[in-house]
């Protein structure tokens, strides 16, 4: 599970609160685009010390978060 | 100008490589060479890079036209340099032939290496750039993506698809901070080009005689420090295509 890091940084970049971060939050709902979600990882990788590769679209911070477990086996 | 930046130039251990890395190290750039052929060649480039311009200077052999060797060669530079600020995709070749007598192989080859190459540098060094929120691409093309050339369908096909690669990276990468411009030589005088005294084309140079190497080498160094410059293809070509 990576959605309190991943919550953190996204209320870090967009100022909201991050009680209102939900795992159903769509990025493009938080101002977050496509391209913000590849710093984002980045961000990320920092954070929680992995190197993760962004190799498909992700919609939700839930989509995030598997991806990112995915990528962990 | 380029102090603390770090530059990638693919293709580097000779030509406009060669030329391209002097001038960045000149600037104060420190330079990772990458290059698929003896790794010698482009430690004697990094050699004269740290003793004549006092920068850091590493060789990489890699296939850019390997997406998961790109990838290797990138994270290496990111753990010797610490990130990247420039990559100029440089890395190209020919395999001349009519279109009617080409061999499949020759059409695919100049495509992987040129084309396919200048993206896979890009796809790994992109996240670098992003993080920085700063970043300069420099695909180098050539006038005959721009007008053709007989005897080049492959070679203009890959140059021209970068033109595309550029203006689209542009766009894509603009909102990061991040630029990507192309240059295009006309006929230069480099080891790939060979002897071009004969061609007839020479004459219908406006200047009138071929480039060289450190032409090429001054558009580069223009393009890493212009930084309202984004999308632009610069023409170094006496001309010849305008």
């Given at each position: 599970?990576?959605?309190?890091?991943?919550?953190?940084?996204?209320?870090?970049?967009?100022?909201?609160d991050?009680?209102?971060?939900?795992?159903?939050?769509?990025?493009?709902?938080?101002?977050?685009?496509?391209?913000?979600?590849?710093?984002?990882?980045?961000?990320?990788?920092?954070?929680?010390?992995?190197?993760?590769?962004?190799?498909?679209?992700?919609?939700?911070?839930?989509?995030?978060?598997?991806?990112?477990q995915?990528?962990?086996? | 100008?380029?102090?603390?930046?770090?530059?990638?130039?693919?293709?580097?251990?000779?030509?406009?490589?060669?030329?391209?890395?002097?001038?960045?190290?000149?600037?104060?750039?420190?330079?990772?060479?990458?290059?698929?052929?003896?790794?010698?060649?482009?430690?004697?480039?990094?050699?004269?890079?740290?003793d004549?311009?006092?920068?850091?200077?590493?060789?990489?052999?890699?296939?850019?036209?390997?997406?998961?060797?790109?990838?290797?060669?990138?994270?290496?530079i990111?753990?010797?340099?610490?990130?990247?600020?420039?990559?100029?995709?440089?890395?190209?070749?020919?395999?001349?032939?009519?279109?009617a007598?080409?061999?499949?192989?020759?059409?695919?080859?100049?495509?992987?290496?040129?084309?396919?190459?200048?993206?896979?540098?890009?796809?790994?060094?992109?996240?670098?750039?992003?993080?920085n929120?700063?970043?300069?691409?420099i695909?180098?093309?050539?006038?005959?993506?721009?007008?053709?050339?007989?005897g080049?369908?492959?070679?203009?096909?890959?140059?021209?698809?970068?033109?595309?690669?550029?203006?689209?990276?542009?766009?894509?990468?603009?909102?990061?901070?991040?630029?990507?411009?192309?240059?295009?030589?006309?006929?230069?005088?480099?080891?790939?080009?060979?002897?071009?005294?004969?061609?007839?084309?020479?004459?219908?140079?406006?200047?009138?005689?071929?480039?060289?190497?450190?032409?090429?080498?001054?558009?580069?160094?223009y393009?890493?420090t212009?930084?309202?410059?984004?999308?632009?293809?610069?023409r170094?070509?006496?001309?010849?295509?305008?």
């Amino acid at each position: 599970m990576y959605f309190d890091a991943i919550a953190k940084i996204v209320a870090e970049r967009t100022g909201c609160d991050v009680a209102d971060v939900k795992p159903e939050s769509k990025f493009s709902e938080l101002g977050i685009d496509s391209l913000d979600t590849v710093e984002l990882l980045m961000s990320l990788e920092d954070e929680i010390g992995i190197e993760i590769e962004l190799d498909q679209k992700v919609e939700t911070i839930s989509d995030l978060d598997k991806f990112i477990q995915s990528k962990q086996g | 100008m380029l102090n603390g930046k770090t530059a990638i130039i693919t293709g580097g251990s000779r030509g406009l490589g060669e030329a391209i890395a002097y001038k960045l190290a000149s600037m104060g750039a420190n330079i990772a060479i990458v290059d698929i052929g003896d790794v010698s060649l482009s430690d004697k480039v990094c050699a004269k890079c740290k003793d004549e311009y006092k920068v850091e200077a590493k060789a990489y052999q890699c296939d850019v036209s390997n997406f998961d060797a790109a990838k290797e060669t990138v994270a290496n530079i990111k753990a010797d340099f610490g990130t990247a600020h420039i990559l100029v995709n440089n890395a190209g070749i020919t395999r001349d032939g009519l279109c009617a007598m080409m061999k499949e192989e020759d059409f695919d080859k100049v495509i992987a290496v040129n084309l396919k190459g200048a993206f896979n540098m890009i796809r790994h060094t992109a996240g670098l750039f992003i993080r920085n929120r700063e970043g300069c691409i420099i695909n180098i093309s050539s006038v005959a993506g721009l007008m053709g050339n007989v005897g080049q369908c492959n070679y203009a096909a890959s140059k021209a698809g970068l033109v595309g690669l550029t203006k689209t990276i542009a766009k894509e990468l603009a909102p990061k901070g991040v630029r990507c411009n192309a240059i295009a030589p006309g006929f230069i005088a480099t080891d790939m080009t060979g002897n071009q005294t004969e061609n007839p084309l020479l004459k219908m140079i406006p200047l009138g005689k071929m480039g060289d190497a450190d032409d090429i080498a001054e558009a580069a160094g223009y393009l890493a420090t212009a930084k309202y410059v984004t999308g632009e293809v610069l023409r170094v070509d006496g001309g010849i295509a305008m």
